[in-house]
């Protein structure tokens, strides 16, 4: 058995940038805290004013509202998930995907976040496990073994594989640490380490708890796909191109520098230095509650910066704001916030047209992961249901009544198709219907069909 705590190359070369990263995208108390990473030190500036400046970080937190932006905006619309039969089992499970009550739209608005944010993100398709084996369909239903549900995992958590010719995984190890108490009356919580191994057919759990030099097997046995001979991770990758906080982490963090700097000029300029100019040796006290006396030829001032060095920090600022937002293709979104306007929907859909083609690769790596896993979930019940995922292939500037519109146009073509048809009246509905019950959006689209 190899070294189940080993990490891949890929693995370690990425690891330290993701939790810098984590701080850049949450800020607020969680970046302070950790500022001492992040806030460069001048050459040989003092240990206390260094603290001091440490203890008095902000952060504008640009790329974070960036990262949320797109998650809104491309989920303003949930996909539309069809399904070739009726199947009571799908109707449910996107409405509880993970047994916590979580719709499928949510979940994978948590996923597509924490790819903007990593670069990757993992989803296990498990079954539950009973000591009673099932003898056929029915019983496994009424035990509720066949009933799959899905647990995320972020890029920090899988850290070993191996991939076979065609980049499907023939193994991956999963590590998490919790904190754990055996009973309500301990005083003292223990760290809990587990790793879990998947091949294409077994699973394997190893646990160590504080304390243990090795790792113990607390559990192994077949996992649900094992019967489609693959592992049961399915993972969400987008382009480095596409990867947020990789392109604008650098820049962010320039930001964070130069702001505070700037901040901290500023509050050192309030508090002017004296100046004396004086021939003869000069030991007087200065303060708020002193004076000085002067000789007939001496001269008494205050230093004060001109105030140009301030501008081109600021000018700066300004420039690395507005960088942010170009690399994350939202150039019309930074600058000045002064620089806003009435534009009517056309001049959006002119100014937005690399950020909807954005979103709709954002949109397509989504889409592929869904369809991924709930066609595996199928296979793995051995439902004779094909699945279908759409939607999220357009930046929503229109309202409803403009794909109406375009809808009605194509229709009195006079197109003889009964397909374009059924596929027209399954969009709009689907479209104007996103918030509707998931049994409800498959008995419409039964109807169309039918």
């Known amino acids: ?158 850290i070993n594989w191996s991939t076979d010719s065609n980049g499907n995984y023939e193994w991956v190890v999963i590590r998490t640490h919790s904190l754990k108490k055996d009973r309500v009356e301990d005083e003292e919580w223990r760290a809990e380490t587990k790793w879990t191994y998947y091949d294409k057919h077994n699973f394997r759990i190893y646990q160590k708890n504080d304390g243990e030099s090795t790792a113990r097997l607390v559990d192994e046995g077949t996992h649900g796909l094992s019967k489609l001979n693959r592992v049961p991770i399915f993972e969400m990758r987008i382009p480095e191109g596409l990867w947020l906080l990789n392109r604008a982490g650098l820049l962010q963090l320039e930001h964070f520098n130069k702001s505070n700097a700037l901040a901290w000029a500023l509050t050192m300029g309030l508090f002017a230095m004296p100046v004396v100019y004086s021939d003869r040796e000069w030991s007087q006290m200065v303060g708020e509650s002193y004076y000085i006396q002067l000789g007939p030829g001496d001269k008494f001032g205050w230093t004060e910066p001109e105030g140009k060095v301030y501008q081109i920090a600021a000018d700066n600022l300004q420039s690395l704001q507005e960088e942010i937002y170009r690399v994350c293709y939202l150039a019309q979104a930074g600058g000045s916030l002064d620089k806003g306007g009435v534009v009517s929907g056309i001049s959006k859909q002119l100014d937005f047209s690399i950020t909807q083609e954005v979103l709709g690769a954002f949109g397509d790596a989504v889409k592929d992961q869904v369809r991924r896993v709930l066609t595996a979930i199928a296979a793995a019940r051995e439902d004779e249901v094909e699945v279908s995922v759409t939607g999220m292939d357009e930046f929503d500037i229109s309202d409803f009544s403009t794909e109406l519109s375009d809808a009605q146009q194509l229709l009195s073509l006079g197109v003889d198709s009964p397909t374009l048809k059924k596929e027209i009246f399954k969009k709009l509905a689907l479209k104007y219907l996103s918030d509707a019950r998931q049994e409800i959006k498959n008995r419409i689209v039964e109807e169309i069909d039918g």
Not at 7 to 33: F, I, T
Not at 117 to 127: C, T
């Open 1 to 158: 058995m190899f070294d189940i705590d080993r990490e891949h190359p890929h693995y370690v070369l990425r690891k330290h940038v993701w939790r810098r990263y984590r701080d850049l995208y949450c800020g607020g108390e969680q970046l302070r805290l950790r500022a001492h990473h992040y806030l460069v030190r001048r050459q040989r500036e003092p240990g206390d004013v260094y603290t001091e400046r440490v203890s008095r970080v902000f952060y504008e937190n640009y790329i974070g509202s960036i990262v949320d932006w797109y998650a809104a905006t491309l989920f303003r619309t949930e996909p539309a998930i069809t399904f070739s039969g009726a199947n009571a089992f799908f109707a449910e499970f996107v409405e509880d995907v993970d047994r916590k009550g979580t719709e499928l739209a949510d979940f994978w608005r948590r996923q597509f976040i924490e790819t903007m944010i990593a670069g990757a993100s993992y989803v296990l398709v498990d079954f539950p496990r009973t000591a009673v084996k099932a003898g056929n369909r029915g019983e496994e239903d009424a035990l509720g073994v066949s009933r799959a549900y899905l647990v995320d995992y972020p890029a920090e958590d899988v």
